[in-house]
């Protein structure tokens, strides 16, 4: 992991150009809109920047000023990697039977999921969301921050935190896919995580993140849970795909992205706030438990018994 020299203004990415490029329609454009309901379509790498993100800048020129942007490099260079094994896997499950599981993965299989589990990681530090998180927690005690002490104050967060979460997920948990054709996933600047900025480790983590816009991935490690198999697979129904797509307006607070079928914007999206469910009415953790505990719905599976 080699360290960038800071360039100071620099645009950081917190939506990465190499997955952000399977959103656009086929014009090469993703629409974006906000809570206000204006859509505005653009190439998908001007979307998702943030100036200086990721750069831990000083009020004055300091030699302890440093970068965390090479953090995202190795991710962000698997990304199209991975969504060929997403999608590899995606159409394997379309020619499989409900209940036929695939009994052996190849070692590679292992290699990709410790790269997904990294890449999810990564997309969530970097997420709006969790930015959000970390600079209202810290303006609960000290009051109200300027916007350079904030950035300062949030990739310092992630400097401490990145390396420690990948390294604690490695193998851990497991996997379900949600595959659609007729309808589509739509992205955000939140997403369902309860990964936030004072997490130390993933025990008990659950995520579910729009990949690409036929591709959700699920990703929970739970108290109590069969290893394998470790990924299951199915193809979401329209209930499914509200539930996956609510949870993404819910979670967002200013930016929407879809390809080709704009969202109906729901009234938790117009509040204009990063949202998170009552754990009493949580359809996404619904979800998660019922396919991460429950193989009976699997349609493909990896295991790693014969």
């Known amino acids: 992991m080699n360290k960038r020299k800071v360039i100071k203004g620099e645009k950081h990415h ?51 000023d440093s970068t965390i942007e090479h953090y995202f490099d190795e991710p962000d260079r698997s990304m199209p990697r991975i969504i060929s094994w997403l999608e590899s896997i995606k159409s394997n499950a379309e020619i ?12 590679e299989d ?17 997420s709006p969301k969790y930015r959000n998180a970390q600079n209202a927690f810290v ?20 400097h401490q935190k990145y390396k420690t979460l990948v390294q604690d997920s490695k193998g851990a948990g497991k996997f379900a896919l949600l595959f659609s054709e007729k309808y589509e996933f739509i992205f955000g600047d939140g997403f369902y995580s309860n990964i936030n900025s004072s997490t130390d ?32 697979s199915n193809q979401a129904d329209k209930k499914t795909i509200e539930i996956v797509n609510n949870s993404v307006q819910v ?3 200013e930016y929407l ?34 396919l991460i505990l429950d193989e009976s719905r699997t349609t493909y599976g990896f295991s790693d018994s014969v």
């Open 14 to 64: 917190w939506w990465p150009k190499g997955l952000s490029k399977y959103w656009a329609n086929e014009k090469g454009l993703v629409h974006r809109i906000d809570y206000s309901g204006k859509v505005i379509p653009s190439n998908p790498k001007e979307f998702g920047q943030i100036s200086n993100g990721h750069n831990i800048i000083f009020e004055n020129e300091s030699p302890w």
């Open 201 to 232: 480790n993933i025990f008990g983590l659950k995520v579910l993140i729009p990949m690409t816009p036929h591709i959700a991935v699920i990703w929970s490690s739970p108290m109590a849970y069969r290893t394998h198999p470790r990924i299951i």
């Open 251 to 253: 979670c967002s607070k």
């Open 257 to 290: 992205f879809f390809r080709s079928q704009m969202p109906i914007l729901c009234d938790d999206f117009k509040y204009c706030e990063h949202r998170v469910y009552d754990h009493k009415t949580d359809p996404v953790g619904v979800l998660i438990n019922s």
């Open 139 to 158: 303006e609960s005690f000290r009051g109200k921050l300027e916007k350079k002490e904030s950035k300062l104050l949030i990739a310092s967060n992630i």
């Open 110 to 126: 292992v290699e990709y999921m410790d790269i997904l589990r990294e890449c999810i990681i990564s997309l969530i530090v970097r």
């Open 96 to 107: 499989k039977s409900v209940t036929e599981h695939l009994h052996a993965y190849q070692e």
